[in-house]
C-alpha cells in the first residue's frame, strides 16, 4: 500500500472537468503538497502546491483560472479540481508530499519527500 494514492483520473473531451483525489496514509498536516504531470518524452511539471494548512497556493501558468488545489488535513485528503481542460493536460498526474510546511521553490522535485503512483488523464479534443 503507498503512501500516497492518487484517484479520478480518466479519459474526458475537451473543456470538461474532473476532480484528482490524493489519500494519504503518512501525516500530511505539517507538510506542504504538490501536483505534477508526467508525459512520455517530457520533463516532470509542477502543476500546483498548497501549504500545510492552506494560505499559500501555487499554480503553473498553464494551469492558472482552471485548477483548483485544496486539501483535508482531518481526512488526509488532497484534491485537484481541473476544470476546462486541454489536450495539453493530458498526463499521469502524482501528488507529493514536501519535506517543509510551504515554500517558493515549490516545483523542484527534490523538495518532496514521498511520491504516489499517479492516476493518468487524457483530454481528447
Known amino acids: 500500500q503507498g503512501r500516497l494514492v492518487e484517484s479520478g483520473g480518466g479519459s474526458v473531451e475537451s473543456g470538461e472537468s474532473l476532480t484528482l483525489t490524493c489519500a494519504a496514509s503518512?501525516?500530511?498536516?505539517?507538510?506542504?503538497m504538490g501536483w505534477f504531470r508526467q508525459t512520455p518524452g517530457k520533463a516532470r511539471e509542477g502543476v500546483a502546491a498548497?501549504?500545510?494548512?492552506?494560505?499559500?497556493?501555487y499554480y503553473a501558468d498553464s494551469v492558472k483560472g482552471r485548477f483548483t488545489i485544496s486539501r483535508d488535513n482531518a481526512n488526509k485528503l488532497v484534491y485537484l479540481q481541473m476544470n476546462m481542460l486541454k489536450p495539453e493536460d493530458t498526463g499521469l498526474y502524482v501528488c507529493?508530499?514536501?519535506?517543509?510546511?510551504?515554500?517558493?521553490?515549490?516545483?523542484?522535485?527534490?523538495?518532496?519527500?514521498?511520491w504516489g503512483r499517479g492516476t493518468q488523464v487524457t483530454v481528447s479534443s
Open positions: 507529493a508530499r514536501d519535506y517543509a510546511s510551504q515554500r517558493r521553490d515549490w516545483s523542484r522535485d527534490d523538495v518532496y519527500a514521498y
Open positions: 503518512v501525516t500530511i498536516g505539517n507538510y506542504a
Open positions: 498548497i501549504s500545510n494548512v492552506g494560505t499559500t497556493i
